[in-house]
């Protein structure tokens, strides 16, 4: 079983759409969680941090992470075609000095299409 | 504040070659790191430097791989005799000390033949 499991899809969506992407986790040491986004051929880019439990709102997009179940989510909200990407979760663990250690595992990755 | 810069973008080499890779970091960014990440995959974590001390390294940076970082600033990252599973796009990020936040690069896809 890997540490991160994540359902590669494809999704497709109308624009306008909720969109729910999750991840599983099997570490339980994993105390920071990510959402980047990969557009084809280019580096990934932070959207979401979260720290420990609870949810995090940025504009459309809400991050939730329930600990107890190893199990993160990513809502998109009124779902636009420039959010057709290649979603990927990230989790770390804690370091020595208590911050994250900076190991960042991720999973496959989600492939979202928004159609117009 | 120009981004993550990694050179070359893409590089085809023969099996048993050597390469070399550049990354760039953020400026004053002390924290950087390399992934890699094949087809339908998500990146994995090679290895890390804060400043110039590799902290970290990866049980899949085996031994033709090494990276070094030597002033603290940019970070080379060489593959030795090269093969074929070694195609895939690595990827270098880079953090301030005061964040967790890894900012990526567009990476360097290799091809080996």
């Known amino acids: 079983q890997k540490e991160v499991e994540q359902d590669p899809g494809p999704l497709s969506v109308p624009e306008g759409a909720i969109v729910s992407l999750n991840c599983t986790y099997s570490?339980?040491?994993?105390?920071?969680f990510m959402w980047y986004r990969q557009y084809s051929r280019k580096g990934p880019e932070l959207l979401m941090y979260?720290?420990?439990?609870g949810n995090k709102e940025d504009g459309r997009f809400t991050a939730q992470v329930d600990k107890s179940s190893k199990y993160i989510s990513l809502f998109i909200r009124d779902s636009q075609p420039s959010d057709s990407a290649t979603y990927l979760c990230?989790?770390?663990?804690?370091?020595?000095?208590?911050?994250?250690?900076?190991?960042?595992?991720f999973g496959k990755g989600t492939l979202l299409t928004v159609n117009p | 504040d120009t981004g993550v810069s990694q050179n070359p973008r893409h590089k085809i080499t023969k099996r048993g070659q050597n390469v070399t890779f550049r990354c760039d970091p953020i400026?004053?960014?002390?924290?950087l790191y390399w992934y890699r990440q094949t087809l339908g995959q998500g990146p994995e974590f090679l290895t890390y430097?804060?400043?110039?001390?590799?902290?970290?390294k990866s049980r899949l940076l085996s031994d033709r791989f090494s990276a070094e970082r030597p002033k603290g600033s940019f970070s080379t990252l060489e593959i030795q005799r090269t093969e074929q599973g070694d195609s895939a796009m690595y990827l270098c990020?880079?953090?301030?000390?005061?964040?967790?936040?890894?900012?990526f690069g567009p990476g360097t896809r290799l091809t080996v033949l």
């Open positions: 990020a880079s953090s301030p000390l005061a964040s967790d936040t890894q900012y």
């Open positions: 430097f804060q400043n110039e001390a590799q902290l970290e």
């Open positions: 400026s004053e960014h002390n924290r």
């Open positions: 979260t720290y420990s439990s």
């Open positions: 990230a989790m770390s663990g804690t370091g020595d000095s208590g911050g994250s250690n900076y190991k960042l595992t």
């Open positions: 570490n339980s040491a994993f105390q920071y």
